[in-house]
């Protein structure tokens, strides 16, 4: 129709009657006019409103205060993912309250009212080339913002390679410390984090007020270095200042001076490398609400304890000890009655002995219900073994068992020991076996790929079996966690492949909720013999998978 009144009236059809059509259709239209555009204006007033009230415009500003402030929340400190609690704290958490201040004006004022938002310090000096001028700026301004509320502090200095710039970014770290010093009574977490290899001189650090740290609940100290004896001396006066400390974190503890300690409410202690066992029996004498312990108990000196008789932690429930020689294993477990005992890693050192008998009474004289137990790299036999599991502070409880031995493989004894057996259709079902490990649900060992393979997997259909075809499930508990790395010759100019092995877990690596991890590893030097004398053409690496 707008085609062909606009293309000229030579063009209009002679009609009289279309012609009227086309003035009642477009009077219509006119009169329809205001009504739309009064729809659109209205249209356009609710979207305005939308704007301006949606999202966080629409919030309160009490919820937007709360949503900031979790913003801050760390990943893992205290005490998170153990994989990254190394390198993982308040990391990056300074600027977060900057960049909320200027997004808008809103946001600023809450920001700026808001002191719980400033309590994160982060200062990574390694990072910035002029730490010396923004850095004061920083910390300034958090602490102000803060008012008087507890202080998160994480402080990092790694090496960046020339002398010059190492000696400054110590230097900055020491200044750094001596700001804050003076604010200890609020200090909630302190992490520091050195790593410099350079020959620098050592940081100085101011005392530790006589007040001391009261609420200071977390510290983790890393010095990589392996220098800067001074750093760990004002490290240990800073702990003998907090009494209320929670948490311990140390990449080690040498310098660390424990004595005259009294963490009355210490829960959580950790220590990677080289702790004295003096040191450690010093820890458990005075913190009874310990919870976890971890220690490396690698040290060049060999120490003998003289403890008081019997040391109780009533809510200890995780133990891991790795590189421990035979003593320090008598001295635990002759000292150390723990009835809340849930997971006990131990880890031997250098073809330790094994204190069977102190380890049996160690058992009986806790009475707790152990539900993970790894012993690697020690000297135990197979009847050790064996009595521990059917022990009662193991047998109904254990859900978890890795076992090492100096040996590596696991003994074809051992393994059809933990193979679930029905009883046999003559048996009274009174007087019927308890099952062996009811709840066992993870498994780590090593087995001989080649001589074990069959075992291995009469074992594992024993324990595993699909709960949803099932209607009537084992008396065992089904296998969720099966870690098994499998021992291979390493014959000359032979490629050795686990596919057969694969296949034979591949249903049950299809069911869900069964985690299987297959790895090989090469078989023990003992095992070579009879391949002396035998050219090697070449020697590819070992293959890990999972599968």
Not at 213 to 219: D, Q
Not at 285 to 291: D, F, M, S, Y
Not at 479 to 489: D, G, M, S
């Amino acid at each position: 129709m707008t085609t062909q009144i606009t293309g000229g009236w030579n063009s209009l059809p002679d009609n009289i009657i279309f012609i009227r059509q086309c003035m009642q259709y477009y009077d219509s239209h006119l009169r329809n006019m205001p009504i739309q555009l009064q729809r659109y204006n209205a249209l356009k007033v609710q979207c305005e409103a939308l704007f301006r009230g949606s999202g966080f415009r629409k919030l309160p500003l009490e919820l937007v205060l709360e949503i900031f402030v979790h913003c801050l929340e760390p990943a893992s400190w205290p005490y998170a993912d153990a994989s990254h609690r190394m390198y993982t704290g308040y990391t990056q958490y300074s600027a977060i309250p900057f960049v909320l201040s200027q997004v808008c004006r809103q946001w600023r004022i809450v920001a700026l009212s808001t002191p719980a938002l400033w309590t994160c310090l982060t200062v990574d000096i390694s990072h910035s080339n002029d730490a010396g001028t923004v850095h004061p700026d920083l910390i300034n301004c958090c602490l102000e913002r803060s008012r008087l509320l507890p202080l998160h502090i994480a402080l990092t200095a790694f090496d960046r390679g020339d002398e010059e710039t190492g000696r400054k970014d110590l230097q900055n770290t020491s200044h750094t410390i001596n700001r804050l010093i003076p604010e200890c009574s609020r200090w909630e977490s302190f992490e520091l984090m050195i790593h410099s290899c350079l020959d620098v001189s050592t940081p100085s650090l101011q005392p530790i007020p006589p007040t001391g740290a009261p609420t200071l609940r977390s510290i983790q100290f890393c010095n990589w270095s392996g220098r800067f004896s001074s750093l760990a001396a004002w490290i240990s006066d800073l702990m003998r200042s907090s009494p209320n400390l929670r948490n311990i974190r140390l990449n080690s503890a040498e310098g660390i001076q424990f004595a005259d300690i009294s963490w009355v409410h210490l829960q959580n202690f950790e220590v990677w490398e080289e702790i004295k066992l003096k040191d450690l029996f010093i820890l458990f004498e005075n913190c009874p609400e310990l919870r976890t312990c971890t220690a490396c108990l690698f040290s060049p000196v060999h120490l003998v304890i003289v403890s008081s008789p019997e040391i109780v932690l009533n809510h200890l429930h995780t133990l891991i000890l790795t590189y421990a020689k035979e003593s320090d294993l008598k001295a635990v477990f002759c000292w150390l009655t723990l009835p809340a005992l849930k997971k006990l890693v131990l880890n031997g050192f250098c073809n330790s002995e094994w204190p069977d008998e102190s380890f049996s009474n160690f058992l009986s004289r806790s009475g707790f219900s152990l539900e993970v137990l790894s012993l690697t790299d020690l000297a135990f036999t197979d009847a050790h073994l064996v009595s521990y599991l059917h022990h009662s502070s193991i047998h109904d409880s254990l859900e978890k068992l890795v076992i090492e031995p100096q040996g590596e493989i696991i003994s074809s004894f051992l393994l059809d020991f933990l193979t679930f057996k029905l009883p046999s259709s003559d048996t009274n079902t009174i007087h019927a076996p308890v099952p062996l490990l009811p709840k066992l649900n993870s498994i780590l060992f090593n087995v001989n790929a080649i001589t074990q393979a069959v075992a291995l997997r009469h074992f594992v259909t024993s324990r595993w079996y699909d709960s949803a075809t099932y209607e009537v499930p084992l008396p065992v508990a089904s296998l969720k966690h099966i870690h098994v790395r499998l021992a291979v010759p390493d014959p000359p100019n032979v490629n050795v492949s686990i596919d057969e092995i694969e296949h034979v877990f591949s249903r049950i690596t299809k069911s869900r909720g069964t985690e299987v991890r297959l790895e090989t590893i090469a078989m023990a030097p003992s095992d070579f013999d009879q391949y002396a004398g035998i050219e090697r053409l070449n020697i590819d690496s070992v293959f890990e998978g999972i599968i």
